[in-house]
């Protein structure tokens, strides 16, 4: 029953395998399609109700009004969960996640980002990060 | 004069001893990834971590003996280095020979893990002594083994020189045959030398840290790691000329291209066996060198008595 | 050597998170130890009562990075009860079959752990490796490999297709032949055994008065498991068996572990083929009706209980999450009497120890090396809070009533 060098065949057999591994940076592997990453934010759809503001576990999510029946989202990455409630939440489906995952930055206010900011008014977003 | 220092310095010795090393440390990283399916670093992460931590800083804990702290990293690769000079590499011909130099060469190695030992003694840290503590008691359950494994060859060449005991397995390569036990057993207790899966006891990362070098860092450290990457070379040429004594008569460079597969067989087998093991306990260790490894050892001494007597006359 | 005193943690290799071991050694056994936790403290229980009912689940699903479905599931199970909520039965399967992924999961990512505290490498690889088919099944399922966001109050978020049914099963298949495998190192590799059997043993009395939960307990033959005893979701329409063992030590910790995969993987197979049709949600109320519940969940390891009381608003009054690891710790200390410090890592591994979901409260324990009395009675603390709100917040709170028990 005791058998010592019980991995030997599995581990001889590995050799000729392809690594299980990847590299990393210049391989990536498929999202799956309900991967919840970066949001993204459809002004045109969305009516100021803010229910997406209510509902954000970590406060990352602020809707601005920008002008009449215009607004923006400003979303905080380094706060955000990536749960993905904001857009069950919204009732008229403005919000929607995407597949973008790599969201590191040298620098905090790179973070901060404000969707749908081509509208006329130009809001500085830096410096309050 | 000037060979000689080349010898010594360049080639076979510190330099070329160096860059092997650096060389068997990626094979058996390489190796050990493979077997885990899993890709490995690249060719020159070894030379990398060297230089990497050559740049850092190193800190010597204020309660240490700073000056034993910093030399016995040096002691460690010298002992290695001197070790290697005295084995045959691709002929039966070493740089310095004299009756007895098996003997000269085993306690060479025995010196580093003694380092090992001392460094974790003088580190006064508590993961330090328990690893250098653990150092010396493994010393005692493989040395004996390990020295019985690789004199019983000599016995059979009638011999204490390793130029001897090459030439005359040179002569009968096919004697080589009645080792294989000593070989097994050797390479087994060279895993605990070396401070390899399964007998990583002393440098367990998840019960005592770093073990002995717990406190080293920056080039100590990188001294440290050459050492034992030398250490596996000179081990491995050492398990070669002794067990493996084929191809020596040949052109000097099939006969050297013979010795690096050699070599590449041994830390085949080294990182075979360090991937398939559980790491044991000291006591079980202990244990096993006693119970198994010694008697094996044994056997294959009275082997060679008996092939003494009918064989050679 | 002489007996010296050896810390193994806050900071420790063998350690995945903070905790703090003290052991006093003779050479390498044991000879006592005193167990500290709470470096993970992160107010999390507070903070629920600060957020609404859906902030919280997505706030207490990040007690546990590995179980974190556990979590949400048994905090909605307990908002649910007192809402009064109907689920759909297919909200239900759903949440057991990610319930049972996750359990896969991390019984591989702990086989993997086990192996590398033992020195064993190479086990660790290959469980990691088959653990990321577990993984690619569930992020398939809910759109990410940890912290899934699966619930909601009364249901789930995502729905699973016939044609996702149809991917996952061979997965399932290809999973199970692994432990199989698995299970054979596990009872025939010598060193393996050599490392796990007759090391941390705690005996079925210890384990029945000490509290062990779960896989823990199992391995000592104590006969319990939620999903049998009090089923909730979809477990009263599944046929399964709960894996107990004899060995009474890691080893059987081991082979409880790698047994219930396989009954996990049963479990799977019968939840897929026998998923209903329907809604997968309830609409349900923002403010939920005052009330109070408790709500139990197997976990992977062991029993996790919530107790949420709800006051007529959006926001809970209280929650109070009582994680599987704090009813282990404590028997942590029972295993290593008498053992060796090699064996620390792997009997500490062995009951799965997530320290971050256990640490809920700092109290402050009278500590074994300071000189200090450090027990504050509940008058003391009471009037040093009082104290401190009148300072920094200008707040007189000496007039509000407190229970006549303190």
Sequence with gaps: MIKPGKMFAEVMNNVFRKPATELYPFVKTEKPDKFRGKLEFYSEKCIGCKLCMKDCPSNAITINKIGEKKFEAIIDLDKCVYCAQCVDTCPKKALAATKEFELAQLVHSKLRVTLNANIEVKKTTEGQA | MIYTLFSILVFPGLLFLSIFGVIAEFIDRRLYARFQNRMGPPWFQPVADFIKLLAKEELIPEEADARMFKILPVFAVAAAVTAFLYIPL???????????????????????????????????????????????TQLFAYEVPLFMGILSPAILADSWSLEAITRFYGEHPWYALFNILGFAVSVIAIQGKLERIPFDIPEAETEVVGGAFTEYSGKFLALFRMAIDIEMVVC?????????????????????????????????????????????RIDQMVNFCWKYLAPAALLQILISFILKGILVR | MGKVMIPIGPQHPALKEPASFNITLDGEKILDMIVKVGYNHRGIEKACEQRTYIQDIYLLERVCGICSHTHSTCFLQAVEEIAALELPKRAHYLRTIVAELERVHSHLLWLGVAGHEVGFDTLLMYSWRDREIVMDILSMLTGNRVNYAMNTVGGVRRDISPDQIKTILPLVDILEERTKYYIQVASEEVTLIERLSKVGTLSHDDALKLGAAGPTARASGRDIDVRRDDPYAAYADLSFKVITDNHNDVLGRTLVRVGELMESYKMIRQLLKNIPEGPIAVKAPRKIQAGEALSRYEAPRGEDVHYVKANGTDRPERVKVRAPTLANVQAVAAMLKNGYLADIPIVVAAIDPCFSCTDRMMVSMKDANSRKENFIDWKTLRQYSIDWYKQNRGVDMSKIKISKRW
Excluded: Q
């Design chain 2, 90 to 136: 691709w002929n039966t011909a070493s740089l310095f020979s004299f009756e007895g130099d098996i003997i000269v060469v085993l306690y060479l190695l025995t010196l580093p893990t003694l380092t090992f030992f001392l460094a974790g003694w003088y580190s006064t840290s508590l993961y330090a002594m328990i690893g250098a503590v653990r150092t010396l």
């Design chain 2, 236 to 280: 491995a040429a050492l398990l070669a000329a002794v067990f493996l004594p084929f191809g020596l008569e040949l052109h000097p460079v099939i006969s050297f291209v013979i010795f690096i597969v050699k070599l590449l067989v041994i830390i085949f087998i080294m990182s075979l066996m360090r991937s398939i093991f559980a790491r044991l």
